[in-house]
């Protein structure tokens, strides 16, 4: 396996390259053959990028960082429980976590917190931040949350800069009913629904290659530390002033 970059300089264009490709080929044959390029063009310099963003984040965020062992995605899909049997992921990802929680994502990682994502593919690159489809005993934390500073939270994602730069929240997991235990009258309804709380950032291709990935990333997510933050206080784990 060839070693990452000592810092990082950038995916080149062949990086989507080979991500188009794996879509066409996404068997195992095919991907053993082309290995080496997925090394060197997309897992490599992902790693370097984690080591770059971990030191931009001991400045903008230090409770929140990134390693290359645990924060670069796998490639490979599990598909223990899909009718798709396509062995292989056709991005590249990574994310950076709080420091206190659990480093893993999604349905089962409780304690998991709040955190940052990235995310390189052909036609679909973008910069993420929040906890996507957190597991109940931390969704309802979060639900209690909201329903005692939902103004608190609605100040965060309405101010100007979050709404220039991240829109609104996303929407791909909200309830058409409230959920139980909650009055449908709540001053909150609107934010009590969501199932996952989570904002992305889409980036055109070139934006994510080369050197100036890095500070575009840090542009997509300076603004959005706010919501991060108060997501992860709603779980028990503090902001930090230095690493």
């Not at 223990?80 to 089962?108: I, L, M, Q, V, W």
């Not at 934390?141 to 609104?168: H, K, Q, Y």
């Not at 530390?225 to 108060?230: E, I, K, M, S, T």
Request: proline share 9%; with cysteine; hydrophobic share 45%.
């Amino acid at each position: 396996m060839p070693p990452a970059p000592d810092r990082f300089e950038g995916f080149r264009p062949a990086a989507l390259r080979f991500l188009r490709e794996l879509a066409r080929h996404n068997e195992r044959p095919w991907f053993e053959a082309n290995r080496l390029r997925y090394e060197q063009e997309v897992r490599a310099p992902l790693r370097a990028l984690v080591d770059e963003m971990d030191v931009r984040l001991a400045r903008l965020a230090p409770e929140l960082v990134g390693d290359p062992r645990r924060s670069v995605f796998r490639i490979h899909r599990d598909v223990r429980f899909s009718r798709d049997k396509s062995p292989y992921k056709t991005n590249a990802a990574c994310h950076f976590f709080h420091r206190d929680g659990r480093h893993s994502a999604g349905r089962e990682a409780e304690g998991a917190g709040a955190g940052l994502y990235f995310q390189l593919a052909p036609g679909d690159c973008f910069a993420a931040a929040g906890i996507w489809m957190p597991p109940r005993p931390t969704l309802g934390r979060l639900r209690d949350a909201l329903a005692e500073d939902w103004e608190g939270f609605e100040a965060i994602v309405r101010a100007a800069a979050f709404r220039r730069t991240a829109g609104a929240l996303d929407t791909e997991a909200v309830l058409t009913r409230m959920p139980r235990g909650f009055a449908p009258d709540h001053p909150a309804a609107g934010w009590l629904r969501y199932q996952s709380f989570t904002v992305t950032i889409p980036l055109a291709d070139d934006e994510a290659l080369g050197p100036g990935l890095p500070d575009r990333l840090v542009r997509a997510w300076k603004p959005v530390l706010p919501f991060v933050r108060w997501l992860n206080a709603a779980l028990g784990l503090a902001p930090a002033e230095r690493r």
